[in-house]
Structure formats: structure tokens, C-alpha cells
């Protein structure tokens, strides 16, 4: 191989102020060597080579370093090598073992505890110790080992017997002597980056004394609480089930005298189930319930005596509710059979009536400032547009705060009145806003026609904005009559059949139905008008309609409503019948008459 890197280490204090590499090369002119620690390229002819770098980016003792060597003018070679950076003695750090603290006494309750402090040199960077190897020498020769990452431990827990290489368990006095005496601890810090002799080790001293000969009683255990799961009785005969309920007793015992828990569960009508007898400690225990009701559940731990009664009491006990299992959200228990039933809701409270004309005057309010507001831009739009631009923009500005009103009070009835205004009043503003989008529509139609000759096209635009408003106004008001039930009646079906047939008037009776067409319930079907007994109060001519029957401004809405995906209802059909009576378009019946007259 024609380059080797033997070793990288470093001087001068921690970390390093500088890194003595070196190494070997053959059949190489020359060798450059650069390193991670150092930006510089270093160059050597000599076979048998060295650098000693400066440690410009403050590599620490311990850290990984990497070092490129290549070959120039000769066998061309590149060797790279991770090095760990081993630091001199300069540094190495002073383990300081505290004197043990030792608890108790032998035979068994002795505890010693241990405890070392690790200190560097000034100038030197602290560096943390990978491990702590701890151990213990007993009077009789006898020695422990144990590792760990702290610089403290005691006596207790799993030590390593150095002659068997067996964990075990370290007690005072240690097998083969009688009783106390004196012992030995050592503890040596294991510091990645440093020499073997850097690691620094201490020694220390402890005595563990005889128990004196005297009897001390041993604390009683006590129970300090229970714990249950819960669950419930189903009482109906077709689906008897009882509750099974898990308890479980948190007992306290330092001493380990438990032998066992005696439970009473305080239902005698379970028999021979209603005790157990030295239960586990720690196993909870289960019962069956097999009726609703109330239980004191006791729990009374076992012991073997003499001892001392200084943590509580040696039972407990806790009141379990076994309640009964809930029916369904529409059903209700019946009290004689145990069953299940329908439950009859309570009837719908209504709010007080003046809460609701309230309700139903700031709905019409709010509707009636829109339109003024729609009306009011579309007249400063042709002012304008025809003769005085500032007071069109006057109009204009009045208009949008009337809106900005209108539609606060809107939002007003929506946060507060939607749940609480009368079906009657929202199904006649449905067809209020369904009338108005039809009117927006023609006019925006008509100024889109006059923009020809005059510049009515911004006119045009309001106008289809008012009829987007009122459409947006339009759905969300019939969602709120949905919620509250005023379109549940008859959604899709036809009404029922009315008794006569003839013009666009109400039937004669005041007891006939108003409405004698119907919807079909199908989207692909198209919408018939039935002839209706008398005439509209207003017919206004309509291109096309010549010679056919007149429709009615109800059916005009109702089809444009349906076209939308809304439902038609009965409600509805009776306000389509009342907007028939009052506007059609077509021709008049008597038209044809007079004209033969003539």
C-alpha cells in the first residue's frame, strides 16, 4: 500500500491547540495531506512522514477527524481515514470520590450510597465521561463490579461477582461473614478521546455496623383505595344482561406481610359470588351485577401479625352505581315491562307572538330596503349615464348605504330570527325574490337593448347584479325554510286534484282548493298549467303568447324555481295561485271576441 495514516493526537490543552499526524508512504514523489480540522494542504517527501497541524477549527479531544493523503508523481493513491483525535495528559481531568453514605445496618437494611465529582484542568474544555466502572471490595475478599452512566449508585439493584461473572443481589452482611465491617468502593471515569492513563479513578472507605439486638415491628399493610370499571343492566327479558364490573385494591406494604384480599361486593342476592376469600393482591377481580342499584364494595387486605398499624386502615371500600342501560335517543324504558319503547315527543314549543311579528317585520324590512337600494343604482346609473353624472353618482352612493342596511339586516334576522319567523312570511318572501329576479332579468334584458343607441351597458350590469343578489337571497332563505319545515309538505309529489277546471281565476266555492294543475315529479318532465275558472286581474301581452293560453307570474316563478333545483311545496302552490289571480302574460280571452265584433 503506498500510504499509511498511523495515528492522529493532540497537544496543547483541551481542545487541542494543535494535531501531530503521521504516517508512511512508497512510490510517491511527494504527499499532500489535507485535513478536516485544518483548511491547509500539507506536503512531504519523506517515506516515513509528519504534520504537525494547527487546529483551526477547534476540533475537541474525543471528535472524529478525517484525514485525504495523496500520492503525487508517482503510483497515483488517495487514502482517507477517520481517526478519533486522542489528546495528551495536559488535560486529563481529577475524579474526586465523595464519602459514602450508609443507611441502616446489617444484617439486610444496610444501604450504601456513592458519589463522584469530576473536575479538568483551567484552560481545558470539559469532556463527558462515557461510563462510570464502580467497585465494590468486601472484608473477606469478596468484589463487585458495576457500570453506569452517572457518577453516582448504591448498593441496591444487580452488581456483577467479578469470581462467578454472575449478577447479583449485594446485602450486608455479604455471603461468608457474620455481620458488618469494613469496605471498599473504587470508581474510574471513562473519557472517549483521552490515553488509558488519563482516566482518572479514586478510592474510598465505608463501614457497615450490626443491627443491634433488638426486636422492631414491622409496618401493617393498609388499602388506600379502590378502583372499578364500569358497565350497566339491560332489564329487558329478551336481552338479559348483567354488568360486569372489575375492582381493584391499591394496597401499600413495605414490609411484603400480604398474603391476600377478602372482597364484598354488598350484593347478597349473588349468593355464594357475593365474597372472595385471599384474591391476589395485585389481580383485580371481576363481579356480575345482575340488577341496577347502589353497592358498598369493601376490600380487606390479609396479614400475618404482630406488626404496626401506622399507614391506614387494612380495608376499604367504595360505592358502585349500576345503572341501567340507555335506550336509544327516541325510545324510552318502560317502568312494567323493563322494555325499550318509542318515546312521544313533547310537543314544539312556539316563541311569544311578538316575537315572531318582530322577527317577520325586520324580514320585510330588510328585503324591501334591498330593492330600494337595486332600484335606486339602477336610476342613478341612467341619470348618469343621460344627464347629470353627479347626481347619478349621488343616487348611486344613497343606494349602496341602503344596501349595506339592508343587507345588515338581513344578517340581523339571519343570526337571530330565521328559527322564529312564521312559514306564511317566509314563503311569501321566497315568491317576493322570485318576482324580483324575473323583474331584474327583463329590465337588465331592456337596457341591455337600449345600450345600442345609449350608453346604458353599466345600467344593464346592475341590473343582473340585483338579480344575482336576490337569487343568492333566494336560496339562502329557502335552505332557512327547509330547516325550520315549511317545504316538508308534499316536496315532490303533485297536489292533491281541485274540484273544477277553466281560466286563471280562483274555483267559485271558498272551500275549493286554489290550485287544480300540478308539478310533475320528475326533472325531465315538463310543467303543465291547468286551466283555471275566470281571468288575472292584469294580463300584459307577451310576444308569442298569441292565441294560447295565458300564464300566470306564479308559474313563471315556479318554473324558474324548479329549474334552479328548488322544491316545490303546498304552501308554495297556493302563493303561485294567488301571483296567477293577480298577473298573467299572454293575450286575454276576450280579445278574440272583440276583434270579431269589430
Not at 21 to 36: N, P
Not at 186 to 198: H, L, M, N, Q, T
Not at 316 to 329: G, K, L, R
Not at 390 to 415: D, K, P, Q, S, T
Request: proline share 9%.
Amino acid at each position: 500500500m503506498p500510504i499509511t495514516i498511523d495515528r492522529a493526537s493532540g497537544t496543547g490543552g483541551s481542545p487541542p491547540t494543535v494535531i501531530h499526524v503521521e504516517g508512511t508512504k512508497a512510490d510517491c514523489e511527494q504527499l499532500r495531506l489535507v485535513c478536516s480540522c485544518n483548511e491547509l494542504e500539507f506536503v512531504s517527501t519523506a517515506n516515513r512522514w509528519s504534520f504537525d497541524i494547527p487546529n483551526d477549527k477547534n476540533c475537541p479531544c474525543g471528535s472524529e477527524i478525517t484525514i485525504t493523503a495523496r500520492c503525487v508523481g508517482g503510483a497515483p493513491s488517495d487514502v482517507t481515514e477517520i481517526l478519533t483525535l486522542v489528546c495528551d495528559d495536559t488535560c486529563c481531568p481529577t475524579l474526586t470520590l465523595m464519602p459514602p453514605t450508609v443507611t441502616g445496618c446489617a444484617p439486610n437494611t444496610a444501604v450504601a450510597s456513592f458519589a463522584a465529582t469530576l473536575s479538568f484542568p483551567p484552560n481545558c474544555s470539559p469532556v463527558p465521561p462515557s461510563s462510570f466502572l464502580w467497585t465494590l471490595r468486601t472484608p473477606n475478599g469478596k468484589r463487585f463490579q458495576r457500570i453506569t452512566s452517572g457518577p453516582t449508585t448504591d448498593t441496591t439493584g444487580s452488581w456483577k461477582d467479578i469470581a462467578t461473572n454472575a449478577q447479583t443481589t449485594v446485602q450486608f452482611p455479604v455471603t461468608g461473614m457474620s455481620g458488618g465491617g469494613t469496605y471498599g468502593i473504587s470508581v474510574e471515569a471513562r473519557i472517549p478521546g483521552f490515553d488509558d492513563s488519563c482516566n482518572p479513578e479514586d478510592v474510598n472507605h465505608f463501614v457497615v455496623l450490626d443491627c443491634p439486638n433488638i426486636t422492631v415491628p414491622r409496618t401493617c399493610p393498609s388499602v388506600q383505595g379502590i378502583v372499578a370499571t364500569s358497565d350497566c343492566v339491560e332489564p329487558d327479558p329478551a336481552k338479559t344482561k348483567a354488568a360486569n364490573i372489575s375492582f381493584a385494591a391499591t394496597v401499600l406494604d413495605p414490609a411484603r406481610l400480604a398474603t391476600g384480599v377478602d372482597w364484598d361486593f354488598g350484593d347478597p342476592n349473588s349468593g355464594s359470588a357475593n365474597t372472595i376469600s385471599g384474591a391476589p393482591v395485585a389481580n383485580p377481580v371481576t363481579h356480575s351485577f345482575s340488577q341496577a342499584g347502589t353497592y358498598t364494595v369493601k376490600a380487606t387486605v390479609r396479614f400475618p401479625m404482630p406488626c404496626m398499624q401506622t399507614l391506614g386502615n387494612d380495608f376499604a371500600t367504595i360505592t358502585a352505581v349500576v345503572p341501567t342501560c340507555p335506550c336509544a335517543s327516541d325510545e324510552m324504558r318502560d317502568a312494567a315491562s323493563g322494555k325499550c319503547v318509542k318515546s312521544t315527543p313533547p310537543p314544539p314549543t312556539t316563541p311569544p307572538r311578538t316575537s315572531l311579528l318582530a322577527c317577520d317585520a325586520l324580514l320585510w324590512l330588510a328585503l324591501i330596503l334591498i330593492l330600494l337600494s337595486g332600484v335606486l343604482a339602477i336610476v342613478g346609473c341612467l341619470i348618469a349615464a343621460l344627464s347629470n353624472p353627479f347626481v347619478g353618482a349621488v343616487i348611486g352612493y344613497i343606494a349602496l348605504a341602503i344596501l349595506a342596511v339592508g343587507l345588515l339586516l338581513y344578517l340581523l334576522w339571519w343570526a337571530i330570527c330565521r328559527f322564529l319567523t312564521t312559514c306564511a312570511v317566509l314563503l311569501s318572501a321566497l315568491d317576493f325574490m322570485g318576482a324580483l329576479i324575473a323583474i331584474f332579468g327583463v329590465i337588465s334584458v331592456i337596457l341591455g337593448i337600449i345600450a345600442i343607441w345609449y350608453p346604458t351597458v353599466p345600467c344593464s350590469v346592475a341590473a343582473i347584479v340585483n338579480c344575482a343578489l336576490w337569487g343568492l337571497l333566494l336560496y339562502i332563505t329557502y335552505r332557512i325554510a327547509l330547516a325550520v319545515g315549511c317545504l316538508t309538505a308534499n316536496p315532490s309529489g303533485p297536489p292533491p286534484p281541485a274540484t273544477s277546471s277553466g281560466g286563471l281565476g280562483s274555483s267559485g266555492g271558498a272551500g275549493a282548493p286554489r290550485r287544480s294543475g300540478s308539478l310533475s315529479a320528475g326533472p325531465a318532465q315538463s310543467i303543465r298549467v291547468a286551466e283555471r275558472r275566470g281571468e288575472a286581474r292584469h294580463v300584459i301581452p307577451f310576444p308569442g303568447r298569441t292565441g294560447s293560453s295565458p300564464v300566470g307570474l306564479g308559474d313563471v316563478i315556479t318554473r324558474g324555481t324548479r329549474a334552479m333545483g328548488l322544491k316545490p311545496c303546498r304552501p308554495c302552490h297556493e302563493r303561485a295561485d294567488a301571483l296567477n289571480r293577480w298577473v298573467a302574460f299572454g293575450e286575454r280571452s276576450d280579445r278574440p271576441q272583440r276583434r270579431a265584433a269589430s
